[in-house]
């Protein structure tokens, strides 16, 4: 399950990498509004 979750963030992380600066930081910014709004981390 851990490693499940660190692979998908890798893949995010090399997603972003591949895009402009600018949509990069706005879907970042999108993407952990997202992730940090899920009762995960409650």
Known sequence: MQNQTVSKLKDYV???????KMARN??????????????LFL
């Open 14 to 20: 090399i997603e972003l990498n591949s895009l402009p």
């Open 26 to 39: 706005i879907n970042l910014d999108k993407h952990l509004t997202t992730f940090t709004s899920k009762p």
